[in-house]
């Protein structure tokens, strides 16, 4: 029996990160930070890097950003990463989708949040910490769009989807993206 993980993170990136701080919190002697859903904004994608080799970039995009008349320490957090999934070959489909669709981004989202931390430790209040997200939703909602976008393809277009769409036959439920849009390996390999 091996202690490793059946995913593992072979490699991540620190995209882009933004912290804004609201002056007027310091006057007022303010320090709140909880967001409404309305004021978090999330977009993971997930892209096929290797289907045979079963690895995978995710790339995660997350903003906080306080409304003009709330009060917020933080006016806007935004933070972007991708990282690279290997998959031991002996995990089942259903595991295996479970792994990409929600593990991959948490582990990314606790990069993030580490991240913002220290970024942001030592501000008046104390760091800013990330609210927790529902990555399984993203996942459907990505897929769903994806599936819409291929849809949409004429012939010509669906050429370059070849890999895609031989990665989607060996999958029970596909998690792939088009590989014309590859943001997170691209950004790792910079």
Known sequence: MTVLAQMQMA????????????????????????????DVQANAEWHVVSSDDRVYAVSLDLECRAKQEE?????????????????????GEDTFVQLLASSAPAMLHGMARGILAQTTGLCVGGPFLLPALNYLTLFEQWRERVEKELAAETPEQAKPCAR???????TAKPAVGKPS??????????
């Not at 849009?181 to 910079?190: D, E, H, S, V, W």
């Open 181 to 190: 849009k590859p943001r997170a390996k691209a950004a790792l390999t910079k």
């Open 71 to 91: 009060t917020r320490r933080f006016r806007r957090v935004a933070v972007s990463l991708a990282g690279i999934f290997r998959f031991a070959p002996d995990v």
């Open 11 to 38: 490699n991540f990136r620190l995209v882009n990160v933004h912290v804004e701080f609201d002056d007027g919190c310091l006057g007022r002697n303010e320090s709140a930070d909880e967001y409404a859903d309305e």
């Open 164 to 170: 895609v769409r031989k990665a989607r036959a060996t």
